[in-house]
């Protein structure tokens, strides 16, 4: 709770002290305490840093997502926003920033305050550590449902500078639909630019009772590269998908699955193994790189 919680059920600041020396209750920063000695759980952690912030902060970035309900991503500070010439306090573990960018229709109506997940989704990835870690961040926004990827982009146009915004911009566009077409582009270029043939794309295969369009093939060598993107981890699509691949490997092609976010963060160490399969399979230009 706030300190200004307890002045309002009455509970003087001796009374608090009294509960702190006794060891019931203790302080989390300056602004709120623990009315309890037992671990401090994560919704408390953003509550104690808003407390901190004032009365106009707000949880932004991946605070505002963990606590919306992002799952498995790991804060290492807690991101809270209050408007420009705020009184900013210091504390250890939060990020406290004035910003201009902070509107009524930014922020969720109910719950601790806290950004909505477009506008949060944006921003984590803005401050992000990383490239990787701001695609990891946009991609675990849509795949978790907590935004549509035409929001996040919605979003983006409001950010007119950022050193990040060209890398979100194009992440957001795959997200949103373009997918399969860029990914497979983007591929074509690496392939050139590490001297691989370049393979065939969108070949017509027929299944038992379906047919498919398999990403990249080097027919010569029965090596295949599937270009997974978001809509691959979707649920609908996951037994295709299986099928899909049992069905080539029963050809006895080598089938590499190749994620879009695999292009974007850790391109070198798939084309490693795409060398090797294909090096594998007698492609002397593989084998010489």
């Known amino acids: 709770m706030s300190r200004d919680q307890l002045r309002q059920l009455r509970i003087t600041d001796h009374e608090v002290l009294a509960h702190v020396h006794a060891g019931r209750w203790r302080p989390v920063h300056t602004q709120s305490l623990a009315v309890h000695t037992g671990p401090l759980p994560v919704l408390g952690q953003h509550w104690a840093a808003v407390f901190e912030a004032g009365r106009r902060g707000c949880l932004d970035g991946t ?5 919306g309900g992002l799952e498995h991503f790991t804060e290492d500070v807690i991101r809270v926003s209050v408007p420009r010439g705020v009184l900013v306090r210091r504390a250890t573990g939060i990020d406290v920033r004035q910003t201009r960018r902070l509107r009524a229709a930014d922020l969720e109506p109910s719950g601790i305050p806290r950004t909505r997940p477009h506008v949060a989704g944006v921003r984590g990835a803005l401050w992000a550590k990383s490239d990787k870690q701001a695609t990891l961040i946009l991609t675990m926004v849509v795949q978790q449902g907590m935004t549509l990827p035409e929001r996040l982009g919605a979003e983006l146009l409001t950010v007119r500078r ?5 890398l979100v911009a194009t992440v957001v566009t795959d997200l949103v639909g373009g997918v ?3 990914g497979e582009h983007e591929f074509a270029q690496m392939c050139r630019l590490r001297r691989i043939p370049e393979p065939t794309r969108q070949v017509l295969r027929q299944g038992p009772d379906k047919k498919w369009y398999l990403d990249v093939y080097w027919e010569q060598w029965g090596v295949v590269v599937e270009i997974d993107g978001i809509q691959h981890a979707w649920a609908t699509n996951v037994v295709a998908d299986a099928l899909r691949h049992n069905t ?3 050809d006895r092609a080598i089938v590499l699955r190749l994620p879009l976010l695999g292009l974007r963060v850790a391109a070198d160490d798939f084309f490693a193994q795409i060398i090797e399969a294909l090096a594998s399979r007698g492609c002397p230009m593989a084998v010489a790189s």
């Not at 950022?162 to 060209?166: A, P």
């Open 248 to 250: 080539i490997a029963i």
């Open 180 to 182: 399969r077409s860029l």
């Open 162 to 166: 950022d050193r990040r915004r060209l």
């Open 63 to 67: 605070s505002s997502l963990v606590a």
